[in-house]
């Protein structure tokens, strides 16, 4: 059994910044690829950041410049900073490890 907790989700204004993070527990033996997709309402879910074990990165073009992913493995725990938040960056973010186990979602929102 895999558990992801994420934190760090809230209400922030536009141009403001939020760091997510995803501790993985449980069974997991070995960390492969960790990312952070979202969901607004109404769409359907949406890959935001992935990077590997080796460390290489890749982004949407929507907050490539604004977003960053990393990992610490002897945490197990991967992170988004989110930089120059958007209104359209509103969604529900959820952390994916080893392309399989998914987190329960942070709530995201970028109002004035």
């Known amino acids: 059994q895999v558990q992801l907790v994420e934190s760090g989700g809230g209400l922030v204004q536009p141009g403001g910044s939020l760091r997510l993070s995803c501790a993985a527990s449980?069974?997991?033996?070995?960390?492969?690829?960790m990312a952070w997709y979202r969901q607004a309402a109404g769409k359907s879910r949406e890959l935001v950041a992935i990077i590997s074990s080796g460390g290489r990165t890749n982004y949407a073009d929507s907050v490539k410049g604004r977003f960053t992913i990393s990992r610490d493995n002897a945490k197990k725990t991967v992170y988004l900073q989110m930089d120059s938040l958007k209104p359209e960056d509103t969604a529900q973010y959820y952390c994916?490890?080893?392309?399989?186990?998914w987190g329960q979602g942070t709530q995201v929102t970028v109002s004035s």
């Open positions: 449980g069974s997991i033996f070995s960390l492969g690829a």
């Open positions: 994916n490890v080893n392309l399989r186990f």
